[in-house]
Structure formats: structure tokens, C-alpha cells
């Protein structure tokens, strides 16, 4: 409740989480909200503008693009947060088992996380499509492949650094035991961390399936996906720009609002940085002010 409380504070946040959360239930419901079929060829419809029954216009297939674009929200987010979902969970228990008990788990654990964090993501991602070959299951295959492993070091470190406070030394001493420890004490206040850094890596997921998507090796025609959409019009980006825009408007504002819902729970997290970040802020006016008069 406090943290849900701190972040109705930061209006920017709050913003962002309503247009993350509008976005996913209209990609939930497409069928109801969508106008016509996503892949329904008209082909005397091609390259149509804007119209009533049409409103974001015609693609060169003649298909609706404001229905492309709503159904395109099923792969460029709902399978991201599935594939996001699964990478914290591995990395959640891995880096559970890392940090609490330490010991060989801890450098087993951490030397597989090294092995896994020396590739490039996005060299690791093009490798796991390229063996696999392209297609959504793939990608997902991909994104957790790449991601489990920095979510395993990430959550060990908060971990680590709560396994060590009084009252889960007084439990252990206690002798409650060690998944009693875990899911009562650590777990709670380890959420708002896992939170944070989630939310961080939605924005980089979606813009990685969507640049596979745009080269080709992500979601496969017929079905409809932001990138793809840009790839499908930049022959007629010139002359069509229209076409470009929606889908790049639609990834522009769901990474922005998932970046801005990111720094809204870090700083609700930790109300401390709202205020240094304002005393930043005006220390900075009343030095160009000062330097200003000519002082």
C-alpha cells in the first residue's frame, strides 16, 4: 500500500501505468475492439487513406492497419510479458538459492550466470533464432535464454543483502526453517526490486522483438506485429509515411510509458531519491542564477 500510495504521487507514473495497462487489456480483448479481420486482403483497397470505416488507412494487402496495429499488441507485449514472466522466474529462484544459502550454490550458480552475461544479448538472441530459426516460439525461447541469467545476479545481490539482517538471523537462530525464511521475510520485501528491474527490461524486450521482427527473423506474415509493420512500409515511407508512424508511435509510447513506470517505482521504492533529485534541481537554478547576475 505504500508503495502504491508513493507512486500515485509521481503523476507521470501514474500516467504510464493507465496506458500500460489500457494497452494490454485492448490487446486481450483485440477481437472486440479490433474493426475488421487483421488479415483480411482487399486488394482494391490498396494503399487507401485514412477513412470512417478505415481510420488509420489501408496496407499494400489492402488489410485495416488500425487492426493490424491492435492485434500486433499480442506479440510486441502480452508474449514479452509471458517470456519476461518465465525469465524472472528462473532467475527469482536461482538467485534466491545464490544469495540465501550462499556457499557452493552461490559459485555454481554465478559461474553458469558469468558464462551466460559474457555473450552480447543481442549477439546471443540473433545466435539462439539463428539455430532455432525464426518464429515467435523462438523468440521467446531467445528472450529467456538471455534474460534468466542477469535477473539470477540481480535478485542474489538483493538477497544477499537482506539474508544478512537482524530479524532473519534471529529466525534462523530461531530454528525456523530456510523455505519458511524465504517465502516470510525475504520474498516480501525482495518484490519491489524484482518489480523494479522488470518493469526496466520490458522496455529492451519490446524493442528487440520488434527490431527481429523488422529484419525479418522475428513474427512471420500473415500475422501482424509492430516491426513487422514498419518493414512491410518502408517501401513506401515516402510517399506513405502514415503507415510508418502508427506502429512507430505505438512502440515509442509503450516503451516510454514502461521506462517512466520503471523510475516511478524506483523512486516510490525509495521516497529519498524524489527528494535529492528536487534539491539537485534546485541547487542547479540557483547556481545558473547566480552565475547569471554575475556573481
Known amino acids: 500500500m505504500r508503495i502504491v500510495h ?45 477513412s470512417w470505416e478505415y481510420l488509420l488507412g489501408n496496407d499494400h494487402l489492402g488489410r485495416s492497419v488500425l487492426s493490424r496495429l491492435i492485434y500486433g499488441i499480442r506479440p510486441s507485449m502480452l508474449w514479452v510479458l509471458v517470456a519476461l514472466g518465465i525469465s524472472v522466474g528462473i532467475g527469482s529462484v536461482a538467485g534466491f538459492i545464490a544469495g540465501y544459502f550462499k556457499g557452493k550454490a552461490d559459485t555454481v550458480i554465478m559461474r553458469l550466470c558469468d558464462v551466460m552475461l559474457s555473450f552480447p544479448g543481442y549477439v546471443m538472441t540473433l545466435a539462439v533464432v539463428g539455430i532455432l530459426g525464426a518464429g515467435l516460439t523462438n523468440i521467446m525461447i531467445a528472450f529467456v535464454v538471455m534474460k534468466w541469467a542477469w535477473f539470477a545476479r540481480v535478485i542474489r545481490t538483493s538477497v544477499m543483502q537482506y539474508s544478512e539482517m537482524d530479524y532473519v538471523k534471529f529466525a534462523q537462530a530461531c530454528g525456523i526453517s530456510h523455505f519458511k525464511i524465504i517465502t516470510k521475510h525475504i520474498i516480501p520485501v525482495t518484490l519491489s526490486d524484482i518489480a523494479v528491474i522488470a518493469s526496466g527490461s520490458m522496455c529492451s524486450m519490446i524493442l528487440q522483438i520488434s527490431g527481429l521482427s523488422f529484419l525479418g527473423l522475428g513474427i512471420q506474415a500473415p500475422n501482424a506485429e509492430w516491426g513487422m509493420m514498419l518493414n512491410e512500409a518502408r517501401g513506401v515511407m515516402f510517399t506513405r509515411p502514415e503507415l510508418m508512424l502508427a506502429p512507430g508511435l505505438a512502440i515509442v509510447i509503450v516503451v516510454s510509458a514502461f521506462n517512466f513506470l520503471a523510475d516511478g517505482l524506483q523512486v516510490a521504492l525509495d521516497p529519498q531519491l524524489r527528494t535529492s533529485s528536487k534539491k539537485l534541481r534546485t541547487n542547479e537554478v540557483e547556481k545558473s542564477t547566480y552565475e547569471y547576475a554575475g556573481g
Open 6 to 50: 508513493n507512486l500515485s504521487k509521481d503523476k507521470l507514473a501514474s500516467l504510464s501505468l493507465i496506458i500500460a495497462v489500457a494497452i494490454i487489456l485492448v490487446g486481450i480483448c483485440a477481437p472486440v475492439f479490433a474493426p475488421h479481420d487483421p488479415n483480411e486482403v482487399n486488394m482494391k483497397l490498396r494503399y487507401a487513406g485514412p
